[in-house]
């Protein structure tokens, strides 16, 4: 009985939950309609310059963060220097016009399809980051996702 995973179990199982948490649920762990990009097209602009608290970041900014942090995670898959990163300056966002929203929107996916793609290109998953890169985009969208979606609460 063998005890590794084979890749293309292991990569079929990663990318349905990826697509799951970005992009349409298919009943894996959230609720239907809940994914990133099915709940942001729900937020107007307006709500989403709104700030949860003080202390809190508005959505827009939170959105700015994930963008940031895949760009950053697809250089680092990709055995790319990233440099010192300045992970605050993600956070700077706060308020968004209209067409600014929109353009955040598109270029978060823009983020997600580019380190997508990286990813599946991957043949052999025994890069250093590779796997641990790949669970970390996962982990920390979802968490993004989870606060966005407490935030819609508190901004509707």
Sequence with gaps: MSTQIPNDRFTNELFDVLDETFEQVQGIYLDKGTSLFETLETVSAEQASRPVSAECASIAAQVEHVRFYLEVLERVIQKKPVGKIDWQESWKLEKVKPEEWEA?????????????????????????????????????????????????????
């Design 104 to 156: 955040l929107k598109g270029r978060l996916r823009e983020a997600h399809e580019s380190v997508l793609k990286v990813m599946k290109s991957l043949d052999s998953w025994e890069g250093e980051d590779d796997i641990g890169g790949s669970l970390a985009i996962l982990a920390h969208t979802a968490y993004h996702l989870g606060e966005i979606r407490q935030a819609l609460c508190v901004v509707r």
